[in-house]
C-alpha cells in the first residue's frame, strides 16, 4: 500500500500530466518534434543508431502517456460513479441500483431487467 505522500504524488503527477499531454501546445510540439526527426534521418540517412532510438523511444513514450492517462481517467470514473451513488440517494430513486458498477458481468442482467 503506498503512503498517502507517495499517493498524492502520483495523483498530482497524473493530473498533471493528462493536462499537459491533452493541450494544443503537446500536439504542436509532438508534431515538430517528428517533422524535424524524420528530416534529420532523410538528410542524414537513417542510421541503424537513427533507427535504434526511433524504435525504442517510442514505445517507451506511448506506453508512459498510457499509463498516465488510464490513472487519470480511473481516477475521474470513480469520482463520477461516487457522484452518481449519492444522486440515487438523495433522489428517492430505487437504492439497489447503488454500485452495480461493481457486480460481476454476468449477475449484471437480473438487476438492470429488475
Known sequence: MPTPLAHQLVVRLSDHSARIVGSRLALMAVAAVHAIWVNLGLATGPTKQWLLATNMLA????????????????????????????????????????????????????????
Open 59 to 114: 514505445p517507451l513514450a506511448t506506453c508512459l502517456i498510457l499509463v498516465l492517462l488510464q490513472h487519470s481517467q480511473n481516477r475521474d470514473m470513480r469520482t463520477l460513479q461516487t457522484k452518481v451513488d449519492e444522486l440515487i440517494r438523495s433522489s428517492g430513486a430505487r437504492n439497489h441500483m447503488i454500485g452495480v458498477e461493481r457486480l460481476e458481468r454476468d449477475k449484471d442482467a437480473p438487476v438492470l431487467r429488475g
